[in-house]
């Protein structure tokens, strides 16, 4: 079964520097989901979408940005790069469906974001 | 507010043993869903299972059980006969909306570690 993509695997950064992480949800999910896991923790959210708007806003620095396209790809965009950012950047895609919900996170393999 | 509680941070056990993990949860929801994820050395997020806030019955998953209990605010997880592949850090996770397609909360997680 198709899973959902995340590019690139792995990622190093100078401080200052900007990068743009990549997510491709499972076919046929519309709400896409953005995690970031520091060495040692758990996830933390940080922004969602769903049907390209966004849904649910968590802790995500003012330098990040996100946003989903018409494909339902989404991309999650940082800049001026600190060192605190690095860390395990996950997507994760659901489908929302109306009425009593099947939906569950299923989550990419992440981005390793390493940030010098 | 949502809050899940590993209080277990590292478990350590011989191959054949079973290991249950606790979960205890927080939420002022009537309406939630509670997930367990597998997070193996490789990094990915894996899911396990999702149960929703209304069905309280137990569930068995070949080697894996669940213990869901609405009085004590828990959803543990048991591994019978434990294998050296079972070694991962476990994360109980909640979303407290009808749909379940809200952020996941995650609690700190349960390294296990299953020596053969």
């Known amino acids: 079964a198709a899973g959902v993509i995340q590019s690139p695997r792995h990622l190093i950064k100078e401080k200052r520097e900007t990068a743009t992480l990549k997510c491709y949800p499972i076919?046929?999910?519309?709400?896409v989901y953005w995690y970031q896991q520091g060495p040692g923790q758990d996830p933390q959210f940080l922004i969602s979408?769903?049907?390209?708007?966004?849904?649910d806003k968590g802790s995500i620095p003012d330098r990040f940005s996100a946003q989903q396209f018409s494909d339902y790809h989404s991309e999650l965009n940082m800049s001026s790069l600190e060192l605190g950012d690095s860390a395990l950047y996950f997507c994760?895609?659901?489908?929302?469906?109306?009425?009593?919900?099947?939906?569950?996170?299923?989550f990419g393999p992440g981005t390793r974001l390493t940030v010098l | 507010a949502q809050k899940v509680t590993q209080a277990q941070t590292e478990i350590s056990v011989v191959e054949k043993e079973d290991v249950t993990l606790d979960c205890v949860y927080e939420?002022?929801?009537?309406?939630?869903?509670l997930f367990w994820y597998k997070q193996p050395p490789s990094g990915e997020l894996v899911f396990l299972i999702r149960?929703?806030?209304?069905?309280?019955q137990n569930e068995i998953s070949g080697r894996y059980s669940w213990n869901f209990q609405k009085s004590t605010s828990s959803f543990n997880f048991t591994i019978t006969a434990s294998q050296v592949v079972d070694s991962a850090v476990y994360f109980c996770?909640?979303?407290?909306?009808?749909?379940?397609?809200?952020?996941?909360?995650f609690g700190k997680g349960t390294r296990l570690s299953v020596i053969a």
């Open positions: 994760a895609s659901s489908h929302k469906s109306q009425g009593i919900s099947t939906d569950t996170q299923y």
């Open positions: 996770a909640l979303s407290d909306s009808y749909s379940g397609n809200t952020p996941l909360v």
């Open positions: 076919p046929r999910h519309d709400t």
């Open positions: 979408f769903y049907e390209k708007m966004q849904s």
């Open positions: 939420t002022r929801d009537t309406t939630y869903y």
């Open positions: 149960r929703n806030s209304f069905d309280e």
